[in-house]
């Protein structure tokens, strides 16, 4: 699946990956290929795409998933 | 030969005057280009902001949302008004002060009352001559604005606005199209108007909910709309000062042809009298 990381400043990843690991704002959130679509909001802490794919750490914003692809839109991300 | 001397030193000048406006041209074009990189970094995130927003988005929310209240009447408005701190970019900030006056005399003759936010120590000086009143000034913002001087920019006026004592928001800024159109522009991120609703996906599942995504999302897409300005004006702003700094060379160039041939003409009129000179105190001797 597609997976896409952007901050207001710059689009910091994109690419495809098996995996995303998201930490929404009631607990982390884990999506696989051929997720329903879903919205949700973000919490702070890690969120890492595929398996030793990039990681940040990130603060608010949302995390969207539709026809496969998934969108990670946060207000502060840090490459960790 | 005096006057040969005099233009000497003003071709020497001028010479000087070239290499400091040509090198600035250099830097503006550098640094345009790195601003111009961040305004089309800027973008996905406003698109998927936008898009999201647009998707949850229907008119009977509109109520429960401070951000998307319509006041019936405006009776204060905020403007802030973006401006560079330096100087030595043509017309850039005259456009942007004009732009400002123009709203500030529009909203005022609707009697509304405006509070003046200005960045940029031009805009600041300019309204400090003219003797207005400013409600906050920053000079603080550098040539690569962050999220977070947006976020510092407009949070305390959501708040105001939230709570109801400012009716709109307005922001006066360069718009960047490309390298040669920054039209100064107005525009109004409060009261939100939301982006043109998409069909939201079926089966969509939302956490927690509609509402609170949203009330999350539109302070974020108005910091956003303000990030975007600051962004778009730093571009502007070194793109005005590259073309006031490169037509500032070429007329130093043409200035020194000028100069020039003048000299030469000079030193060959001073070297023919020389001639004319010696050879008249000669056939005097021979007579």
Same mark, same amino acid.
């Not at chain 2, 009447?73 to 004009?98: C, H, I």
């Given at each position: 699946?597609?997976?896409?990381? !952007?901050?207001?400043? /710059? ?12 930490? /929404?704002?009631? =607990?982390?959130?884990? !999506? ?11 919490? /702070? ?6 398996? =030793? =794919? ?22 502060? /991300?840090?490459?960790? | 030969?005096?006057?040969?001397? &005099? ?15 040509? *090198?600035?041209?250099? %830097? ?25 927003? $647009? ?7 509109? &109520? ?16 802030? @008004?973006? *401006? ?10 005259? #456009? ?7 709203? @500030?005399? +529009?909203? &005022? ?71 040669? +159109? ?9 009261? %939100? ?18 509402? &609170?995504?949203? +009330? ?7 910091? #956003?709309?303000?990030?975007? $300005?600051? %962004?778009?004006? %730093?571009?502007?702003?070194? +793109? ?35 001639? $004319? ?11």
């Amino acid at each position: 699946m597609k997976v896409s990381v !952007i901050s207001p400043e /710059a689009l910091l990843f994109e690419g495809e990956a098996t995996s995303v690991v998201a930490p /929404a704002f009631d =607990g982390e959130v884990g !999506i696989l290929a051929g997720h329903a679509p879903m919205l949700t909001m973000l919490g /702070a802490g890690m969120l890492r795409v595929g398996d =030793g =794919g990039p990681a940040f750490t990130v603060k608010g914003g949302f995390l969207q998933v539709v026809d496969d692809t998934v969108r990670v839109v946060t207000e502060q /991300a840090t490459k960790a | 030969m005096a006057k040969g001397r &005099e233009l000497k030193g003003r071709i020497k000048s001028t010479e000087n005057t070239r290499k400091i406006t040509r *090198t600035m041209e250099m %830097v503006a074009t550098s640094k345009m280009k790195r601003a111009q990189d961040r305004v089309v970094a800027a973008r996905p995130y406003a698109r998927a902001l936008g898009d999201v927003i $647009a998707s949850l988005y229907n008119p009977d929310l509109a &109520e429960s949302f401070p951000l998307l209240r319509r006041p019936a009447q405006e009776r204060t408005a905020a403007v802030v @008004l973006l *401006t560079s701190n330096r100087g030595l970019a043509g017309a850039f900030n005259a #456009n942007l002060l004009k732009e400002a006056r123009t709203l @500030l005399a +529009s909203l &005022e003759a609707q009697g509304v009352q405006v509070r003046l936010h200005v960045v940029g120590r031009k805009g600041i000086g300019y309204f400090k001559y003219v003797g207005r009143a400013l409600e906050k000034e920053r000079t603080d913002i550098t040539d690569r604005p962050t999220a977070a001087d947006a976020a510092g920019l407009v949070d305390g006026l959501m708040g105001e606005f939230a709570a109801g004592s400012l009716d709109a928001v307005y922001v006066v800024y360069a718009k960047f199209n490309s390298a040669l +159109s920054t039209p100064p522009t107005a525009e109004r991120i409060l009261p %939100v108007a939301p982006p043109a609703s998409g069909a939201a996906p079926k089966d969509y599942l939302l956490y927690p909910s509609a509402g &609170e995504i949203l +009330s999350d999302l539109l302070p974020a897409y108005v910091r #956003n709309a303000a990030y975007r $300005a600051l %962004v778009e004006t %730093v571009a502007a702003e070194q +793109s005005a000062r590259r073309t006031a700094m490169k037509n500032a060379t070429d007329n130093a160039g043409e200035m020194l042809n000028t100069l020039r041939r003048t000299y030469n003409r000079a030193r060959q009129a001073h070297i023919t009298q020389e001639i $004319a000179e010696i050879v008249g105190g000669a056939a005097a001797l021979q007579g």
